[in-house]
């Protein structure tokens, strides 16, 4: 319960650290300590905003090769210039699970996600191979936790022939597209449910992206959808193209919803 309410308070003052959200809880009614908040936002990776390296959920390993962050004064003028991924904790009504996007910068797309109960590298690489399915940015973007300075996700970008660019210590705003859509996703589809399994958060999950990216307004996109701005809008319809994600409508407009659709790896 005090996480739920962490994570919900966080969303909208992420400025918060370990005193403030202690006072905020207690102003609540709820008599917990700052050494309990503590281990609860470690546990959930959570950090206030503030020049300094992010730990939590972005944990380095200093065995792993750190590449620079290249985009310094770079302006982001067309899809595929650059992606970036993140990871971030959801909430379940008992328990979480940990989900990580691939995003193009420029039209805010969801490329790919994925979800695991553990931090460990396999599933961010998984978000990864699949966006590779739709092409290729010139430079991909993450912060310096060690799933994205894993030898099995920076091989698969050094193999593509993808420049590698890394949020350098004490920046936290250069990966700030992929922290706005944390607060999207949290705000519009994981604080109206309960997940009660991680099946049932992989197919909201699924129906949020797909809505996000075909039928979403974004003011910053000029009220146009990612998709459209992306350039998947025409053609090959993007439930087809990105397997994963449920469809929410077909073209008549009728729901398939009303039972489950999860993709397999092989598509």
Not at 36 to 42: D, Q, S, V
Not at 111 to 134: D, H, M, P, Q, Y
Not at 158 to 171: F, P, Q, T, V, Y
Request: glycine share 6%; net charge positive.
């Amino acid at each position: 319960m005090l996480m739920k309410l962490i994570d919900r308070q966080y969303v909208q003052t992420p400025f918060y650290g370990i005193d403030k959200m202690t006072e905020y809880l207690c102003r609540q009614g709820h008599h917990v300590n700052h050494k309990r908040i503590r281990r609860l936002m470690r546990q959930m990776g959570l950090e206030a905003v503030y020049p300094r390296r992010k730990r939590g959920l972005s944990i380095s390993d200093r065995q792993h090769k750190i590449y620079p962050y290249l985009l310094n004064g770079v302006s982001i003028t067309r899809p595929d210039q650059v992606w970036s991924a993140d990871i971030t904790y959801v909430r379940m009504y008992r328990g979480w699970l940990y989900l990580a996007v691939v995003m193009d910068w420029f039209s805010r797309y969801v490329l790919s996600w994925e979800v695991s109960i553990t931090l460990e590298s396999e599933f961010c690489v998984t978000a990864l191979k699949r966006a590779l399915g739709f092409g290729r940015p010139e430079a991909f973007n993450t912060d310096q936790g060690s799933q994205f300075t894993s030898d099995d996700f920076t091989s698969v970008l050094l193999e593509a022939d993808i420049k590698i660019s890394m949020d350098g210590k004490g920046r936290v705003f250069d990966n700030i597209f992929v922290e706005r859509l944390w607060r999207t996703v949290k705000v519009e589809e994981v604080y109206l449910r309960d997940y009660q399994t991680v099946a049932q958060a992989r197919y909201g999950l699924g129906r949020y992206f797909e809505f996000y990216n075909n039928r979403r307004f974004h003011q910053a996109l000029g009220y146009r959808t990612p998709a459209e701005v992306y350039g998947v809008a025409v053609g090959t319809p993007v439930a087809l193209r990105a397997p994963f994600v449920p469809t929410a409508v077909t073209d008549s407009g009728e729901s398939i919803l009303n039972s489950p659709v999860f993709c397999l790896d092989n598509g």
